[in-house]
Structure formats: C-alpha cells, structure tokens
DNA sequence: AAGAACATAGTTATTTAATAACTTGTTCAC
DNA sequence: GTGAACAAGTTATTAAATAACTATGTTCTT
C-alpha cells in the first residue's frame, strides 16, 4: 500500500503539533469541546498515512484504549466532519485530518492507487466549473465530492 | 426520498426497451455476454429511480428469484460497471444503470438530496479542469469521481 | 462427439462499514 | 448544587461487500 514515506508525515512530528494546536484553538473560537477523547482520535488521524479506515483506526485506538468500540470512533469521526477538522474520502470509505480546516471551501482529493497517498487539494477552478454545470440544470449544490484516482508523482518512477 | 415522478422511468417504458437493446447490442460488439440473469437485474436498474443500493435490488430480485443471494446483484454489477453498462455512486453506496454507455466519459452525478434524483452529467469542462489541476501535482488520473449533492430543480419549489 | 479450458452462477460463510438504542458519566449555566 | 445538555460507554444490530468452494454451462480444440 505504501511507497517511500520521505515526505508522509511521521509520528508526534512539528507539522502535527502544530495542526493540532490550531484544531484546539479552532474548536475553542466555536464553541465545540475538543475532548481527551476526541484529541487521542484526532492524533491518530493525524499519523495516519494517506487516509484511514474507521476500523483500521478503532485498532489503532485499541493499543492504548483496548476497550474502544466502533461507537468511540465514528462518534469522534462524525465530530470532525461535523466541524471541518477532516474529511471522508467516499469511494474508499475512508477518513482523512485536514489540513486547513479554518477554512470551508470544498476540497479535492488527488488518491494514489499506489502508494495509498492522499492529497488534498483545493482548486476553485474545479468548484466553480461543477457549480456552472450545475447552475445550467437548474441545480443547487450542497456539497461537493470529487475524487481523483490514479498514481502520484513519486509513484510513477 | 421522492417527489413527483413524472420526468422519471417507468418499468417497460419505450426509453426502457431501447436502452435495454443498445445494452444487448454493446455486449455483442464487444464480445461479452448479456445472459439471462444479467438482462433480469439491469432491467431492475433501469426501473429503478434514481440509484438503487444493491440489497435494494436484491429485494426486488428475490420477488421473482426468491433464492438469488449477495454475490448474484454483486457479480452483475461488478459486470455492468466494468463494460460500462452502469455507474457506481460512492457516496451513497448505490448504482444506477447508464444511458450512454457507448461513450467512455468519465461522468459526473448530481444527486437530489430531497426526491433521490440522480442525473448523470457529462460535462468536458468538469473533467479537464480536474485533469489540469492534477497535471500541476504531477499526478496521473486513472479514474474519477465527481458528485454533487443538493436540491434538484422540481424539488427547489 | 469428447474433453479440456474457461466463464457463469449457486451456495455458505465471513468480513467490513456504520448505526441504533440504551446507560452512564461530565460539564456548564443558572 | 441541581438539572439540562452534551459526551462517552455498552450491547446489539443493520448494511455493504467479498471469500471460497461447488456446480453448471459455453466455447474451443482435436
């Protein structure tokens, strides 16, 4: 699943910390509680490679929680979409932190079949072509998702 | 999950037929078999509308198959999807029959969150947009997946 | 026509993903 | 400090998808 991880992000590294300091930050300025619970989630996110099952997390979860349950986590999960801190990538059924929740514009997903990577990407261009579309059958979108699947740059040497 | 059904398919309509033959036609073309039990489901796709999950379509199957089990709508499906009879929704896990399967697009779906609506929409625009923001991250697109929830034009009133 | 090779379908069981429903514990405003 | 609201624990179930094995059918070859 996974190629070379040079550039994935590792455990407990500075780039965490400090995401992880902005979500508490940003839980506080509106008002939602960024529990232990919740933070001990988010971590694990945090350090997973690419995204993650709900499962493949539960069982993260369990080495230092071993009575958690699905519940626990798609509780936590469930909060984190809720408010911008991470997004479900839907033809996988997986989860993924985000990197720059402070901001709500719909994302992109570019998914490497192999190496597992997923890169976030936020391109307004590709928003406002599908409102376009949209707009000429009368539509009015809620929601975007949109998904790419293929090889990334590093996988392709 | 409904509204008004009157723009909708209805089982054995005229579109219905004709689609049906194309589809028979495309398999013969293309050397792949259109058995029995393949024709029985994708008429149960046609009928259904919007997009139909596959336990659904199971549901229907067994009024007239009581013993057809998970793997009959999976092996069908998987069969559609892969000659291109028929798309997968992945963000709502369900699937809906295609009514241009003889073009290979890559298509994008605007779901009705209200009455269930699926429209396929295939708009260039959309596809290279996405491509050329991928091209920028060096990332090669195998497949895509492009969806749009929100409120459909008969259920906006 | 017989038989090998392959594709399709039947069958049983299991895995994976997600949620329901009820109970217990925390927090916070008044 | 009491109670409303939120969060988490617990048990069970539903929903989605596939694994693995068996049986049947189709096609291709000789």
Redesign the pocket.
């Known amino acids: 699943m996974h190629g070379t991880k040079a550039l994935q992000l590792k455990p407990h590294s500075d780039e965490q910390q400090e995401i992880l300091q902005k979500a508490k930050q940003y839980c506080e300025q509106t008002g939602?509680?960024f529990?232990?619970?919740?933070e001990k989630i988010y971590k694990l996110l945090l350090q997973a490679d690419g995204s993650i099952?709900?499962?493949d997390l539960l069982d993260k979860l369990k080495q230092t929680d071993s009575?958690a349950?699905?519940?626990?986590v798609?509780?936590?999960l469930d909060f984190f979409l809720h408010v911008g801190l991470a997004h479900k990538v839907e033809s996988t059924?997986t989860f993924k932190a985000c990197r720059h929740f402070d901001c709500a514009h719909p994302v992109q997903f570019l998914i490497c079949d192999y190496c597992g990577d997923v890169r976030e990407i936020q391109s307004k261009g590709i928003r406002d072509t599908l409102e376009a579309q949209a707009k000429q059958h009368e539509f009015k979108i809620k929601t975007q998702t949109i998904e790419a699947h293929g090889i990334c740059q590093r996988c392709q040497s």
Chains 1, 2 share one sequence.
């Open positions: 939602n509680r529990t232990p619970s919740r099952g709900a499962y009575k349950k699905p519940p626990t798609y509780r936590a059924n």
